[in-house]
């Protein structure tokens, strides 16, 4: 699932190819993935794109029409950008595009979405703050958007798993499964303790490790096209995805406990004082 930083490296990209830009096309093959109807989608077109920002996990590209289209890639979605934007016919069910959004200058891109759960989400919106998961959001890591005393605040009273914590929107914005098994990673924590027992100095490690994984990230991810994002990120974990690899800070085997539509991944070594974590598949089959 694209994250905060790979949908920032997205909003870069996309603002310096497409602000001043007309909208010539607007075209959804997957009606699903319309999530709003007033405005129509055939708004967008003659309009003049003078922004792209993002949303937590949304990119927001706003048009001199007051009309936003607002979307969010899912876990199996993604932005295929064109300098030459094709013009063979999408066939609804036949494909993996989801949505074409053609320019003036014959630019475009399609959103796609890979697999059999389609979770993509279109809107096209006056103010991005009609989408309710926008209206939800907690605040972003970065940009000032939150300092190490209003994150303190936020896990104060929290008897939840700090793993769900980080992941969840309406808590902080922007956060998902990859990066926050590399934040934890980062500040030697298990995915497992409790947000309202860690001590100040916890915080302070968890706050500081929070900043420098996402900057990092971030700084990894600009000025790269949209082809090579995913293979950026990837690159750039240290334990996400790495299960039985080596951890680079300790050496110690990189291991995973398995839910029902995800994983995450820690080092014993480094985070659980060398505690192997429960394989909740395996658990269940031994009840």
């Not at 998902?176 to 915080?203: C, F, Q, R």
Request: glycine share 10%; net charge neutral; aromatic share 6%.
């Amino acid at each position: 699932m694209p994250e905060m930083p790979e949908v920032e490296g997205l909003v870069e990209y996309l603002r310096g190819r497409v602000t001043g830009l007309h909208v010539t096309k607007a075209t959804v093959s997957a009606i699903s993935a319309l999530k709003t109807y007033d405005p129509p989608l055939t708004a967008l077109v003659g309009t003049a794109v003078t922004g792209v920002e993002r949303q937590g996990k949304f990119l927001d590209v706003a048009t001199d029409g007051g009309i936003h289209l607002v979307f969010h890639l899912a876990k199996a979605g993604w932005l295929r950008w064109y300098d030459l934007l094709p013009q063979t016919l999408i066939k609804p069910g036949k494909t993996p595009i989801a949505l074409r959004v053609g320019f003036d200058d014959d630019s475009g891109f399609d959103l796609t979405e890979a697999g059999t759960k389609k979770s993509l989400a279109v809107s096209v919106v006056r103010d991005p703050q009609e989408v309710p998961e926008i209206a939800r959001l907690g605040p972003d890591p970065l940009g000032g958007g939150i300092d190490r005393d209003a994150f303190g605040a936020l896990l104060a009273g929290r008897r939840t798993q700090i793993k769900g914590v980080l992941r969840d929107q309406s808590i902080i914005g922007g956060v998902g499964n990859a990066y926050s098994d590399e934040i934890l990673h980062a500040a030697k924590m298990s995915p497992y303790a409790l947000a309202a027992k860690l001590t100040d100095d916890e915080v302070d490690r968890l706050f500081d490790a929070m900043v420098s994984t996402l900057t990092d990230a971030v700084a990894a991810a600009r000025g790269k096209p949209p082809a090579d994002l995913k293979d950026a990120k990837r690159r750039g974990m240290r334990v996400h995805g790495r299960r039985g690899e080596a951890c680079p800070v300790c050496g110690d085997e990189v291991r995973s406990v398995f839910f029902a539509d995800n994983s995450l991944e820690y080092c014993p070594t480094c985070q659980t004082g060398g505690k192997l974590l429960a394989d909740r598949r395996l658990s269940r089959l031994l009840k």
